[in-house]
């Protein structure tokens, strides 16, 4: 039994400010990386009790340099460091795992109630969609995940995000460690009660044995809808992008591979444009991830 697990840190069980997950704040990120290191380790620690034998932990927040590696379950190998200077979302990912974790994520942009809701940038992204239905993160992973085969079998996060998993691949274990009221502010519920709950549902996603792949029909389509019209002038650069509106690219292609390496292009030269925006605006850098 094989385990791909991805980990997100903005909903973390106890992650509760925006504080909690910038690098740029040294003393209150450190509180989070901790927090996000324990919770990881409650589900490793469920893995192993149903028979996992590999497990792959890939630092899917930020700059992919959160978790502490020194205090990771050694049953654990990390993949670390950001994906946005490689082709891969999912580096490694093959039909040797039996299922993918996806943990501390957030709703995709716009949901209501979603606490940190955003899809993969706050500062460059509205809306994306896979064959018309629009993702997240969650669902980006799922479908990247799908054309290897590897179904999701556990995804944690606040309420918004379980119920957006359940709603695209239906059966999965969810834990949901907090409600949102808005962007900004939640009802947090503590690690100690939900620890607890993640480390059995861990265990049960792999022992039950169930859930299907999120499999895409081919050819795939993706759609972005950006926030600005220079960031969707940087993506339509990329090779058979297509402009589809003032703030929208879209990409077509019968191998998912190529068609998910020209998502991560897209995002990668929209934030280009987004991180000169906000440098024209701020003076130095994006104000938000």
């Not at 077509?252 to 995002?267: G, Q």
């Amino acid at each position: 039994m094989n385990v791909y697990i991805v980990i997100d840190m903005e909903c973390i069980s106890g992650i509760s400010a925006g504080n909690m997950i910038r690098v740029g704040h040294a003393e209150w990120a450190a509180r989070g990386r901790r927090i996000m290191t324990r919770e990881i380790n409650v589900a490793i620690e469920g893995a192993l009790a149903a028979g996992a034998k590999r497990i792959w932990v890939k630092d899917g927040h930020d700059a992919g340099e959160n978790l502490l590696s020194e205090e990771l379950n050694p049953a654990a190998e990390l993949l670390s460091g950001t994906t946005s200077a490689i082709p891969d979302h999912l580096p490694g990912i093959d039909s040797g795992f039996n299922a993918m974790f996806l943990m501390g994520f957030h709703a995709r942009m716009g949901t209501l109630h979603g606490h940190f809701d955003h899809t993969i940038s706050t500062a460059t992204i509205s809306e994306v969609r896979l064959n018309g239905t629009p993702v997240g993160e969650l669902g980006i992973y799922a479908a990247i995940a799908g054309v290897h085969g590897v179904p999701v079998r556990l995804v944690t996060g606040d309420r918004a995000a379980t119920d957006e998993m359940r709603a695209l691949v239906g059966d999965v274990e969810a834990v949901a460690v907090k409600d949102g009221f808005g962007r900004n502010s939640a009802r947090v519920r503590s690690p100690q009660v939900t620890h607890p709950e993640i480390r059995a549902a861990a265990e049960r996603a792999l022992r039950d044995g169930g859930g299907r792949p999120w499999k895409l029909d081919l050819p795939i389509r993706i759609e972005v809808d950006f926030l600005r019209s220079a960031d969707a002038d940087m993506a339509e650069m990329i090779p058979e992008g297509k402009r589809m509106g003032a703030r929208s690219v879209g990409f077509t292609h019968d191998h998912p591979r190529t068609a998910f390496r020209a998502l991560n292009a897209m995002v990668a030269l929209g934030g280009v444009a987004a991180n000169r925006w906000a440098r024209n605006l701020y003076g130095s850098g994006s104000p938000v991830s």
